[in-house]
Structures are given as C-alpha cells and as structure tokens.
C-alpha cells in the first residue's frame, strides 16, 4: 500500500533517479533535474521530503548550484525536510548545508537501504512537526479573531466580546496605547458582521490637517474652496453599506466633532458646499490612545459625543500586560516574515526568548513586528538571536507588587512555563515536555488546565 508520503528527488543524472524512484515506490515520487523544475515541482506536489543532490547543472562538478537549489527550496517552503546528496562530501560542505537548514547530509554512493531509513525519519519528523504546528495553531495560536493574536486571558476575553458585538450595529470605541492593534479589532468587527461583504473604510483622524479633514469625510461639492474642481464624496458615503472605522478620534477638532455627532444622530451627511442630506447606511468604529475623559474635563472633547461613540468600549492592554502573548506574537511574525523575506529562519534562541519576556514594549506589537522584521532579514544562523531583536545585553527585570494569591501565582507561573517551553522547543511537544522535566501525560494534562488541549490528537511524540 503506498505511502501518503510525497518526495521529490533532484537529481541530474536521470539513471540515478529512476533508479531512486523505483526504490521508493512506498511514496509518491516527483522528479526534477535542475533547479527550476525542482521550485515547480515544490509548489505543485508541496512535498514533506527532498533528496538534492549537489552537483546540479550548469555546476555539476560543484556545489554551488545544489546549495542555491537547497537556499531556495527552504526559502519557499520552510517545513520541507531536505536531505542531501554529494560525492563530493566534506566536512565544510556538511556543516554549511546543516548550517542552512538541511535536514541531513550523505554522501554517495548510495546505499538505498541507509538512505530509505533517513528519509522514513525526515517524513516521520516532518509529521511530528505538522501536528505541533497544529498544536500551536489549536491551543496557543488558533486566533478567536483574524489577525489578532489571543494566549492570555485578557486577550481571550476581548475576543469573545467581540465576537458577541459584532453581528449587532452598536458603535463601538477601542482604546488603547499606539500599537497595540486597535485597528485589527476593528476590522474583526466589520469581517464577523453581516457586513462583511461591504467596504471598510479607515480614516486616521490625527493625520489629517485640520482643512482637510472636513472634506474627507463628508466629501465636497465642485466649487466649494479653492481647487475643489469636481464633487467628490468624502469617506462616510463610501463606507456606505459597510463599516467606518475613525482612528484617533480624540484628535478631531472641535468644530468637526459636532458634524459627526449630527451624523451619528441623523445618519445623514452634508457634503461641503452643499446643504442637500444623503442618507447613509454605515456602522461606526472609533478608537483612541488618549483619555476621553480627561479631554472632556480640559474641553477639548465634547461629552455628548463621546456617549454617541462609546454605546460599548473595548480596551487593548499594552503587549507588556499580555504576559506571554508576545512569544506567540513573535513567532506569528517570524513565520510571516520568514516567507516574504524568503529566509529558512526556524525560530528563536534562548536568550532571545528571554529578553522578550522582559522587554517593556513602549511601541507594543507595531515595535515588536519591526524588530522581527529587521532581526528576519539580518540573521545569519538558522535561529534569531537577542542581538539580531536589537538587544545588545539582558534587560534589568521590573518586579512589580506581588500578588500573593498563591493558586493564581501558580496558574500564572505554569502557564507561562508551559507556552515558553513550546517556544523554546520551537512547538516540539515531547522537547517541551523534556524542557520542563515532566512526562507528555502530565504536560497534556497541563495543556488541557490552561484549555491548550487541541481536538483528535494521534499519533506519537
């Protein structure tokens, strides 16, 4: 019976091939010779194993077209397990592949017996590797909401109550410090709504000169200020149907926002230069990182507004209350960025993972992105060091007052154990079981406390 296991040999001498392709008759087997054909045959059959022989044309009595061949493979699909092929081995040429990402290394000639043992363990690791994959996308990062990444308890909460508001038409205001993704709330509300299929409409209220702002979002009508040559309707009537999202409302001026408030009360615009009203069917969203209420006190914002925007209030905490959020935010990213920078980077080392437990995050997830952005397209190794996140030397650990309800205290000390250990383990469940010194049982069991169980697991670790 044959295998569901699909490999791709590449190789130049066809003989070779056919007769490795007949060997592994167990697998579905795919064949190319030279490089290009192996990037094609990689997107079509998505293979879980590669043989790759180094000697590839216009290079065959050489490596440098193999390990340009290997650099792309693991560019394009990361996960794939690549064994490789040389007869002309070495020590340096070894290190160098494993450097890269290879998963082995031999050299020939071939015993097909010792080679079909590496390859039965490369499908049977890449399996494992799917299914903490999964894992992770289950229990630490399948995402309540799109785009928003969900570990902690504060971060859960919040996306179940957006979940239950957003099939409902309330205005909703999300606060926030800079970065910590207001927008994402935002835009999770218009994709769970039922109108999803109609336009969301963003308009940053603080980067928008004060002139200016007016005719965006009402629109203007041919001839009403200077240059104004043609109507044009403003972001309010394009978000007809859909969902308006205003960022930083807190930095609208004072006489817009009594415009917006006859809106909100109306639903109805009145483009500049034009006393005709259009109706308009449009759900609102507003967000801010400033104290509303302190603008109501100083006069800088009017009240009956705010109670128009605020029917329901969501908080973003700050990345530096979500506990260990930002190690499943950071690898979110990195997996992003490992692909779009087309690098084989697998993960992070240790003292990255530490320094980003005790970083502050002033710039939040946005500082977070950039730093695993720029630490992506910098790393040389295989992992992203604390250097290549831009910290040069351990951070001093803040303790804030501690909190002394003792079964909290645990819960909250196992949880972070438990989601650093799979970080650490890069999602391995059996190394993460190891890294605590407890048995698969008991760390399933500690999954399952912290509701990280994921559904119909298989299989052995």
């Known amino acids: 019976m044959r295998s569901e296991g699909r490999l791709l040999i590449v190789e130049d001498d066809t003989g070779v091939a056919e007769q490795l392709k007949w060997h592994f008759d167990d697998y579905h087997v795919v064949l190319a010779g030279d490089r290009r054909t192996a990037l094609d045959r990689l997107e079509t059959h998505r293979p879980q194993v590669v043989i790759l022989d180094l000697g590839l044309p216009p290079d065959p009595e050489g490596t440098s077209e193999g390990l ?12 794939t397990k690549i064994i ?3 007869g002309r081995g070495s020590r340096e040429v070894a290190m160098k592949c494993v450097e890269m990402g290879a998963y082995d290394f031999y050299n020939k000639p071939v015993d097909v017996d ?16 799917e ?25 859960l909460e919040l996306s179940r ?20 993704g207001k927008e994402l709330v935002a835009r999770a509300l218009h994709s769970l709504s039922a109108r999803r299929e109609g336009p969301f409409v963003a308009i940053n209220c603080a980067a928008i000169p004060d002139t200016l702002l007016e005719s965006e979002l009402f629109g203007h009508e041919r001839g009403a ?38 809106f909100l009360q109306e639903r109805e615009v009145e483009r500049v230069g034009s006393g005709k009203p259009i109706p308009v069917d449009v759900r609102v969203v507003c967000a801010t990182n400033r104290d509303l209420s302190e603008a109501i006190r100083e006069g800088s914002f009017r009240q009956d507004l705010y109670y128009r925007i605020s029917e329901v209030c969501l908080h973003l905490p700050p990345l530096r209350e979500r506990g260990t959020d930002v190690l499943l935010i950071a690898r979110a990213f990195l997996e992003q960025f490992s692909r779009s920078q087309r690098k084989p980077v697998r ?12 970083h502050d995050w002033p710039g939040n997830v946005r500082e977070l992105q950039n730093r695993v952005k720029s630490a992506v397209v910098m790393a040389e190794g295989g992992k992203i060091d604390a250097a290549d996140l831009g910290f040069e030397s351990r951070p001093e650990v803040e303790h804030a007052d501690a909190d ?10 196992e949880r972070e154990a438990v989601t650093r250990a799979l970080a650490l383990s890069n999602g391995n469940v059996a190394k993460a079981a190891a890294l605590l010194r407890v048995t698969r049982p008991t760390f399933y069991n500690l999954l399952k406390k912290f509701s990280m169980q994921p559904p119909g697991r298989s299989g052995d670790d």
Do not use: C, W, Y
Not at 68 to 79: C, I, S
Not at 115 to 127: K, P
Not at 404 to 413: A, G, I, P, S, T
């Open 114 to 129: 010792e080679l079909g043992l590496i390859v039965r363990r490369a499908m049977h690791m890449h399996a494992l590797e």
């Open 68 to 79: 340009a061949t290997m650099q792309d493979l693991l560019a394009a699909r990361p996960e």
């Open 347 to 358: 993960g992070f080392t240790e003292r990255a993972v530490n320094a980003m437990l005790e």
């Open 161 to 180: 109550k957006v979940e239950k508001l957003a099939p409902s038409d309330v205005t909703v205001l999300v606060t926030g410090e800079s970065g910590t």
């Open 225 to 262: 200020f200077t240059g104004a040559d043609r109507s044009r309707a403003g972001k309010i009537e394009l978000a007809n149907g859909g969902t308006l999202f205003l960022d930083e409302i807190g930095d609208m001026p004072p006489n817009l926002q009594a415009k917006l408030l006859r």
């Open 131 to 155: 299914e903490n994959r999964k894992l992770r996308e289950s229990a630490l990062g399948t995402q309540p909401l799109d785009g928003l990444v969900a570990g902690s308890d504060v971060m």
């Open 84 to 86: 490789v092929l040389t």
């Open 404 to 413: 002394l309800d003792l079964r909290k205290l645990r819960d909250r000390v």
